[in-house]
């Protein structure tokens, strides 16, 4: 066997070739191992002897394009049987692919979202038959079931579909940053390599579904891609703009055939009751009724395909392309190859970075020889880095499509992370899209209009809703409950109590732990840390050297806890002396950076809460309000003026004009000031003052890191199987 490039032409559908010609076409040149049971006058006489008394019942979705693939099996039968032999009748229901349409496919888990519904009626006797688009079909079925006949292919390609009132006519004429919709990852991974300056939002319903949400006045979408084959079938081929093929866009595996999935006969059993008898023959006249509708070409070049993706241990949202083309051969002599089996595999990185492409071919005599053609190439393409691009994106399953930012943005441990804190760009969408940043290893996904998504840092769970519910999480062990409304509510991470969340509080949570004041600043994101019972701020990035450390200019690279957990609703943020506005419940805050006034009032009046059992208020019209937290005295002017407080004994710092949260803590007797808004910490080790600040005082600030992308950045939030 061969494994040489031979010279290969690009596809064209017209081409005797490149199609998959029906069973009466080329069956002396079929291999030797393929069931013969096409339309001949022999086989016509063997066909007449299978019968079922009772009804053939197929199985199918209940999507148009299902119930109009199985007609098409449906009325391929009855051109095989007569109604005396079998009579059939077609029974549809929804799977988990089509009851959740809110969630991207590849957060659905699992590689059978549009098959294991079908297959558990399949199993229990419910149905005899299940008929599937192709692509959708794990290449590992479940025990007891076998895919038993593939049927004549339709165009495996791609189509662009553009909105009704633009005129383009391909994807290179779009407009940088136009978006195209598509719920295949495949898809936004080669394009994302072909045309960068595109975006990519998903998008999931039936094909009427998504040609409404196109064509919508208020649409985001630019166009579509859909496949070609769909198209024809259900009769909107004439939407079609262009048809997208190599090198440009490689089709999934099995796309444009339908498969036809069956129980496997079970064995005969030497002591077998009439019902396991009846069963027994029932599936075996079943199994050889379907293989009478295979077309061998198709099935090849699917059983190549097929093992390719089989080898790669992926699924049909995996950024897997193939090409497949079979070619006849001239027959010296009965036992020589029949046909010449070429395969091209592709696989791309979800951000379109990194690209795997080989080439094999061979001259197929069974099924055995495509299968192995399959697999070698597999081998072929991890040999050239494939199972890095697989390994990346399994260690990072909910880092598949963002769908919208335009600019890929920054990485900061190995997972992705769609925030630009300088002020250029930033991948997230405040106002109802989905972002979706990994950290460290796990997923966290953010919806800012009031929906709830999970995070996952630490290999737990944890959710927020920012409409004004409560939502736990589980980090360490305990429980931690957080309400952005103003009710107070309580968390226990490491044993000590943490506090209340007072009604109006910008920096919001106060808590103890270890004995000491713990201050987090819930609109950004940032966390306070005690460990000896003084009063430290901390904000959201942190330094890995000096862990209650933070610098305003730091790479986030060298941060991987920097990410914008933004909070609230309608943010504004100007980090050299503008104004941000936050509005969580309905009231007001105003912060000048420059030295100017500050007042927050959330909910109209004051409050104050001490997280050890004594009185804390703060005035926030202006006032000065004391507290004693451990035994010293803290006063607090939100005004502009000085305060100290003495928590260990020695001198807390001051609270310079302008600070949203202005939180001082003692560290060894020294001072140690913390902007929390911008996320400046002061880090003070030896008793000397140290302090960084992002609004023009005077500071300390650490040596500016600069940042670097990572390449192994995954940005496709990949969608799924159901490209249709």
């Not at 009325?75 to 809110?102: A, C, P």
């Not at 495949?186 to 039936?206: K, M």
Request: hydrophobic share 30%.
């Amino acid at each position: 066997m061969e494994m040489e490039q031979p010279t290969t032409e690009t596809y064209n559908p017209n081409h005797q070739k490149n199609r998959c010609p029906s069973t009466s076409l080329g069956v002396n040149s079929r291999p030797i191992d393929i069931l013969e049971l096409t339309n001949t006058p022999k086989n016509i006489e063997m066909n007449s002897s299978l019968s079922l008394t009772d009804n053939l019942i197929i199985g199918t979705r209940n999507s148009k394009l299902a119930l109009i693939q199985a007609d098409l099996v449906e009325r391929e039968i009855n051109k095989r049987f007569t109604t005396d032999q079998i009579k059939t009748e077609i029974q549809s229901m929804s799977t988990s692919g089509d009851e959740n349409l809110q969630k991207p496919l590849y957060l659905l888990g699992g590689k059978s979202v549009w098959t294991k519904e079908l297959e558990f009626n399949l199993l229990n006797g419910s149905i005899d038959l299940i008929v599937h688009s192709l692509k959708d079909v794990p290449t590992a079925l479940p025990a007891g079931c076998e895919l038993t006949s593939v049927m004549l292919r339709e165009d495996p390609r791609d189509a662009l579909i553009i909105r009704n009132s633009l005129p383009f006519t391909n994807l290179s004429q779009l407009p940088p940053g136009s978006i195209i919709g598509t719920s295949s990852v495949r898809r936004v991974a080669q394009l994302r390599r072909r045309f960068p300056n595109l975006a990519f939002q998903d998008i999931r319903g039936n094909l009427q579904t998504r040609f409404k949400k196109l064509d919508a006045t208020d649409s985001p979408y630019t166009g579509i891609i859909l496949a070609v084959a769909g198209l024809k079938r259900i009769g909107l081929a004439t939407r079609i703009t262009s048809y997208l093929e190599p090198p440009d866009l490689y089709h999934a595996v099995g796309q444009g055939a339908i498969g036809i999935e069956i129980r496997t006969p079970p064995a005969m059993k030497l002591n077998e009751t009439l019902e396991e008898t009846i069963l027994r023959e029932r599936a075996t006249t079943v199994q050889k009724l379907v293989k009478s509708l295979e077309d061998w070409r198709t099935a090849l070049t699917c059983e190549a395909e097929r093992a390719l993706l089989r080898r790669l241990e992926g699924g049909c949202s995996v950024p897997v392309g193939v090409q497949c083309s079979l070619v006849d051969l001239p027959m010296p002599c009965p036992w020589a190859p029949k046909a010449r089996l070429t395969l091209v595999g592709v696989v791309t990185s979800v951000d379109g970075l990194e690209e795997v492409r080989k080439e094999a071919w061979v001259d197929v005599c069974s099924t055995k020889d495509a299968i192995h053609l399959g697999t070698t190439l597999a081998d072929q393409l991890f040999s050239d880095g494939a199972d890095k691009i697989l390994d990346q994106l399994n260690s990072h399953p909910a880092s598949s499509i963002n769908v919208t930012d335009v600019t890929p943005s920054t990485n900061t441990t190995g997972g992705t992370q769609a925030t630009d804190l300088t002020g250029g760009t930033q991948a997230t969408d405040l106002t109802g899209g989905t972002q979706a940043t990994d950290l460290t290893g796990g997923s966290q996904a953010t919806d800012l209009t009031g929906g709830t998504e999970a995070t996952n840092s630490t290999g737990q769970t944890q959710e927020t809703d920012l409409a004004g519910g409560t939502r736990t999480n589980d980090l360490t062990g305990g429980t931690q409950a957080t309400s952005l409304t103003g009710s107070t509510q309580a968390t226990d991470s490491t044993g000590g109590t943490q506090g209340t969340n007072t009604t109006g509080s910008t920096c919001g949570t106060q808590a103890t732990n270890t004995g000491g004041t713990q201050t987090t600043n819930s609109t950004l994101g940032t966390q306070a840390t005690n460990t000896t019972g003084a009063t430290q701020a901390t904000d959201s990035i942190v330094n890995p050297t000096h862990p209650s450390s933070t610098f305003n200019n730091a790479s986030q690279e060298n941060h991987p806890a920097s990410s914008i957990n933004v909070t609230d609703v309608t943010p504004s943020t100007n980090t050299t002396g503008g104004t941000q506005a936050t509005d969580l419940t309905g009231g007001t805050q105003a912060t000048d950076l420059t030295g100017g006034s500050q007042a927050t009032d959330l909910t109209g009046g004051t409050e104050a809460t001490n997280s050890t059992g004594q009185t804390q208020e703060t005035d926030l019209a202006g006032g000065t309000r004391t507290n004693d937290l451990t035994g010293g005295t803290q006063a607090t002017s939100l005004t502009g003026s000085t305060q100290a407080t003495d928590s260990t004994g020695g001198t807390q710092g001051t609270n310079t004009t302008g600070s949203t949260c202005g939180t001082q803590a003692t560290n060894t007797g020294g001072t140690q000031t913390t902007n929390s808004t911008l996320g400046t910490q002061a880090t003070n080790t030896t008793g000397a003052t140290q302090a960084t600040d992002s609004i023009g005082e005077t500071q300390a600030t650490a040596p500016s890191v600069p940042s670097k992308p990572n390449p192994n950045a995954c940005w496709c939030h990949a969608r799924c199987s159901q490209e249709l």
